[in-house]
């Protein structure tokens, strides 16, 4: 367990790192009337997103969001690219903006989560993961999100297992990793004594 712990570390901060953009992504196109409010320039800001030029977003999100600070997908949608620039601290309070005004959003609770486990506040991440599931059931991000924190973080595989088994179960096409930490997991439960 130790050395898959060391490498899925590594391979679970990579594997987050671009997690939780999609969903953001969807989100915007699932609210194409906001999104049309927002203008261009908000969808050139999501196109950079999109492109993984988080960096290039930040201006276009910025004037987005002084425009029509109440279009809290404009400002997840910065909170997104400030954390993946790694501005940890200027993403928080716009998570939080979000949560303000839609405590049940699932997108900005998985990405305080993240923002959490960056900074050691597990506890706090698992709760926020756990309510980003109870706010969207289907949200296989926040599953993954949880099952890795149980996993290498918190050091308490049997509570990973089942989340793991969810995030397969609601993924569009099963992950070729996860399939072998399942196999892991439940090969270390059997033996269990």
Not at 184 to 193: D, G, I, N, R, W
Request: hydrophobic letters at 50%; proline letters at 5%; a neutral charge.
């Amino acid at each position: 367990m130790r050395c898959r712990s060391m490498i899925g570390v590594a391979v679970a901060a990579l594997w987050m790192a671009g997690c939780a953009a999609t969903p953001a992504h969807k989100l915007a196109a699932d609210s194409g009337a906001a999104a049309h409010a927002a203008g261009p320039q908000f969808d050139q800001a999501l196109g950079l997103m999109h492109a993984k030029h988080y960096s290039q977003a930040i201006p276009l999100l910025d004037t987005v969001t002084k425009a029509q600070p109440t279009l809290s997908l404009a400002v997840l949608n910065l909170a997104i690219a400030q954390a993946r620039s790694g501005h940890d601290a200027q993403a928080e309070p716009l998570l939080r903006q979000v949560l303000a005004q839609n405590p049940g959003n699932a997108v900005a609770l998985n990405e305080l989560g993240m923002l959490q486990r960056r900074a050691g506040q597990f506890a706090e991440a698992r709760q926020s993961y756990e309510q980003a599931i109870a706010a969207n059931a289907g949200y296989a991000d926040a599953e993954l999100n949880l099952a890795i924190l149980y996993d290498l973080y918190l050091q308490q595989p049997a509570q990973a297992l089942p989340h793991y088994l969810r995030y397969q179960a609601l993924a569009e096409k099963p992950d070729k990793r996860v399939t072998l930490w399942i196999a892991e997991l439940s090969k270390m439960a059997a033996t269990a004594p």
